[in-house]
């Protein structure tokens, strides 16, 4: 109905003596299919921000996240994270997490370690945790869960539980085999061109004490997280287009 008929209906109600009516428009608007936001996940030891940016539905029933780095001196996958934010979109119905570094202190100083001295890939609370030795390239931190940066990306992830979880490292060249979800290792080893390989963190007895590991064994049901190995030196086509999104068909979240 048009808004000079609304008017004149209206009238004539009034003029009957009744109330007229609240005019509801009959187009609602629409919910949005697509947001681009940035939230921040936590601060590291030194205060810096750990950044999290989000493409696609809202309300996507398929979640992907990537995580572009973990150690500092590592820095090819932070490339893929910002190609992917920048230039990729996800399909309809599906959504990217995108963290280009959970460790943007070690980054700034260069080291693999955080601004602590701890290996965050050694430092998730596990069966499979040990402290190691100070000082080392591999110390696990004084006890489980001690670093801030783990425990950001801990409430992070139990709160946005993605389907899949792709976190990159250098530089020994592979898809990471866990077995849980063998059919993303294979469409990911396919899609990057690399192989299959164990990358497993042998530190005591039980869970690996890593990201994926914690992920993969207390938050199973949600997804599947899987490490990815550049090389050493992978060439800008390869870190930035053919990763970003040979990582997102792989997940099913982008054609």
Do not use: C
């Amino acid at each position: 109905m048009r808004p000079r008929i609304h008017a004149v209906v209206a009238g004539l109600v009034l003029a009957a003596g009744l109330v007229a009516p609240v005019l509801i428009s009959s187009t609602a608007e629409a919910a949005p299919s697509y947001v681009k936001k940035r939230v921040v996940v936590g601060t590291t030891h030194e205060g810096r921000k750990i950044v999290a940016l989000y493409r696609g539905d809202p309300n996507a029933k398929r979640t992907l996240l990537v995580l572009g780095q973990m150690h500092g001196d590592e820095p090819a996958g932070r490339d893929t994270a910002l190609h992917a934010a920048r230039r990729l979109r996800p399909r309809a119905g599906t959504g990217v997490w995108i963290i280009p570094s959970m460790n943007p202190d070690g980054r700034s100083n260069g080291t693999r370690t955080n601004a602590r001295g701890v290996d965050l890939n050694r430092n998730w609370p596990t069966s499979g945790w040990i402290r190691g030795t100070k000082g080392s390239r591999t110390y696990g931190g004084s006890k489980k869960g001690s670093e801030r940066e783990t425990r950001a990306m801990m409430r992070f992830l139990k709160k946005h539980r993605p389907d899949y979880i792709a976190s990159i490292h250098q530089p020994l060249n592979g898809i990471g085999k866990s077995d849980k979800d063998v059919a993303f290792e294979k469409r990911l080893a396919k899609q990057l061109g690399l192989q299959r390989k164990h990358f497993g963190v042998v530190q005591g007895k039980g869970t690996s004490p890593t990201l994926t590991g914690w992920y993969n064994r207390y938050h199973g049901k949600a997804g599947t997280a899987i490490t990815i190995e550049y090389g050493a030196t992978p060439s800008k086509a390869f870190r930035t287009y053919k990763a970003a999104h040979g990582i997102l068909r792989a997940a099913r979240v982008h054609r």
